[in-house]
């Protein structure tokens, strides 16, 4: 297997254990013992992996310690979300201002693998083509500095996302599945109709409502 594959299978397969609950916040996530629970010949794509989860927010690191799953607390979830709001109303409303007619279709193409993957009760695989939505939102608007702290944020409010909802796996899914690709396809028209506020607005609703799903669960 090429290098890239091994980096991305060792990434993929992360993401798949922590949303199997099996580390949980606090738990440090250790090279070796991924790497042989991976059956890898080398400890360097499971690096590559979790650094790549320290850049996205979604893993702290400790000098000569390691990665680990931060600790969730109310306040800081509620700094998280109000975050990305804020940050997440701007890349909508900038995509609605620059977004190409061409990347607007792709938007549309992207919601409807959504559903289909919803559809499917696919978790990590649903987990993926939201967090391309909300990404392909803030590459269309154009604006490089929100590209990356859009990103970044996304991914630190991934850790309460993961451990609230995919816990509770039928239920919460079920109704998160059919509530977010509807309320993808309403920011997605307010894009289309180059409507800069209420697609910014629309956007801040939706993350609200992740946040307001999730608070009691914490």
């Known amino acids: 297997m090429k290098k890239e ?23 440090f996530l250790l090279e070796s013992e991924i790497t042989e629970r991976l059956n890898l010949k080398s400890r360097t794509p499971v690096h590559y992996a979790l650094g790549q989860l320290v850049a996205r927010g979604f893993l702290d690191k400790k000098s000569k310690k390691g ?8 306040e800081d979830a509620e700094h998280v979300f109000f975050t990305r709001e804020n940050i997440e109303f701007q890349t909508a409303a900038s995509a609605a201002l620059h977004a190409s007619d061409e990347e607007i279709d792709e938007l549309q193409m992207i919601i409807q693998q959504e559903t289909q993957t ?18 392909f939102i803030a590459d269309i608007g154009k604006n490089k500095y929100l590209q990356q702290f859009c990103q970044y944020v996304f ?12 816990r ?7 109704r998160e599945f059919k509530v977010s690709p509807a309320q993808h396809w309403k920011i997605r028209e307010a894009i289309a109709k180059r409507d800069a506020d209420e697609a910014g607005k629309l956007m801040k ?4 409502r992740t946040f307001e799903g ?4 914490i």
């Open 5 to 27: 594959n091994l980096e991305e299978f060792a990434y993929d397969s992360i993401v798949a254990l922590i949303l199997a609950n099996h580390y949980r916040p606090g738990d």
């Open 67 to 74: 990665c680990f799953i931060p600790p969730l607390t109310p």
């Open 118 to 135: 919803g559809e499917s009760g696919d978790v990590i695989g649903y987990s993926a083509i939201n967090e391309t939505f909300h990404n």
């Open 155 to 166: 991914w630190r409010s991934n850790c309460y996302i993961f451990f609230s909802y995919y």
């Open 168 to 174: 509770f796996k039928v239920s919460a899914t079920e």
């Open 205 to 208: 609703q939706h993350v609200r």
């Open 214 to 217: 999730i608070f009691n669960k």
